[in-house]
């Protein structure tokens, strides 16, 4: 595949491979997940959005900068890990656990927030020969229902609602023919 999503894929691919071979979970997450969940590419992504473990991050930072992305100075890195290489954005988000076991929002204004039940318990996702361990497709549909009434001052965008009828489309047939 040319052009940016090709480039986002390559993206995809090295971080999956660095991170597995340094022992480094990872899932993908957005609309990317959806594709890889769909086996197709959708629709243009903006960037590539992924969860890690907060604990691990430092260390994906480090393995990442020495292949060359860089981190992008606008997000701190506390917070989140915003990777940039020539046009292709890669946002890692960081995951905790509270008390409970429970998984949580691990770091940033929302730390501590309770994430859906069963989210990193989803089966990899592929497109092409490229597999990637990604959040559950119920987690996928949580997000993108409750983005709007998470963030009131952020409606549903329009690239949210087609990923929620897609995923919603695809479970259909998979409940119907078995596929999933």
């Known amino acids: 595949m040319d052009g940016l999503a090709g480039r986002q894929l390559d993206g995809i691919g090295e971080l999956t ?9 990872v899932w ?4 990317w997940a959806m594709d890889f969940h769909l086996g ?9 959005d ?9 260390r994906l930072a480090g393995l990442m900068t020495g ?8 997000m701190p890195v506390d917070v989140q890990l915003d990777l940039l290489r020539a046009d292709v954005e890669m946002s890692v988000a960081y995951l905790a656990r509270d008390a ?14 309770t994430l859906p039940d069963g989210m990193l318990a989803g089966p990899p996702g592929r497109i092409g020969p490229l597999t990637v361990p990604m959040i559950s497709v119920a987690a996928q549909i949580e997000f993108k229902e409750m983005f709007p009434v998470w963030m ?5 965008r329009a690239k949210d609602a087609a990923d929620l009828s897609r995923l919603r489309a695809a479970g259909a047939a998979e409940r119907h023919f078995g596929t999933g």
Not at 40 to 46: L, N
Not at 67 to 74: A, F, N, Q, T, V
Not at 102 to 109: D, L, T
Not at 152 to 156: N, Y
């Open 17 to 25: 491979a660095t991170a597995s071979a340094a022992g480094i979970e």
């Open 28 to 31: 993908l997450r957005g609309g």
């Open 40 to 48: 197709e590419v959708t629709r243009p992504h903006v960037d590539v």
């Open 50 to 58: 992924w969860y890690c473990w907060r604990a691990d991050a430092d």
């Open 67 to 74: 292949r060359g992305w860089r981190i992008d100075p606008r």
């Open 100 to 113: 409970t076991g429970q998984v949580v929002v691990g770091a940033g204004p929302w730390a501590g927030t």
């Open 152 to 156: 009131p001052g952020r409606p549903r």
